[in-house]
């Protein structure tokens, strides 16, 4: 086998690792809400690691001749600037799944080359801890579904479904708000009814 087929698979791996999706992800600065915290600290690791292992390998690349062929990340990665990290979970996983299979086929090509063959399977068990790692927590997020996020304008317009005019409404105020006693509501100042579903909006929002 020739050595700019070692070469060529060396190169191979390097650049999944650097043009990574977790890669990119360093740079696209996605929405981290509360919920997603957990899934961003573990993207992090996974993008650090890519670039540690990318650079060990370009050192390998550095020691022998060749040509080593320029990429850039995928332009489909821009689709996911500003995103929330929950939904590139998922893609992150996936685009693990494939460097892991990128490594494995790559791993005859380097066996005359111990010391990129030996790198090789360092970087494919970290991987593979990764992605265990990351599905763990895809799981638990399952098990978990967040709420669903209302805007400061959804709990305008449901809150302003159940206003309506001192004149429409009860001319009372809580019981709890005056020591047990009903108290009257001033004439013409509006009241509002907080129901069961406004407060769930108001608490989730």
Not at 78 to 94: F, G, M, W, Y
Not at 163 to 185: I, K, L, V, Y
Request: proline content about 6%; some cysteine.
């Amino acid at each position: 086998m020739t050595q700019q087929f070692q070469f060529d698979a060396i190169t191979h791996v390097m650049n999944a690792l650097r043009y990574s999706l977790a890669s990119y992800l360093q740079f696209a600065r996605p929405y981290v809400d509360a919920k997603g915290e957990s899934i961003a600290e573990a993207i992090e690791r996974v993008a650090d690691t890519h670039n540690w292992h990318a650079i060990r390998l370009g050192r390998l690349l550095m020691r022998r001749p060749g040509h080593i062929v320029s990429h850039a990340f995928p332009s489909a990665f821009t689709a996911l600037n500003d995103v929330s990290v929950r939904h590139t979970l998922p893609l992150v996983i996936e685009d693990c799944k494939q460097i892991v299979n990128r490594i494995e086929s790559t791993m005859s090509s380097l066996l005359p080359y111990r010391a990129a063959h030996q790198l090789a399977m360092e970087i494919c068990d970290d991987e593979k801890r990764h992605l265990s790692l990351l599905q763990d927590i895809q799981d638990a997020q399952q098990a978990c579904p967040a709420p669903r996020l209302h805007s400061a304008l959804d709990c305008v317009a449901i809150a302003s479904e159940h206003s309506f005019p001192a004149s429409d409404a009860p001319s009372w105020t809580s019981s709890a708000a005056t020591n047990g006693e009903a108290r009257p509501r001033p004439s013409g100042q509006p009241v509002r009814v907080q129901t069961a579903r406004t407060r769930r909006v108001l608490l989730h929002s």
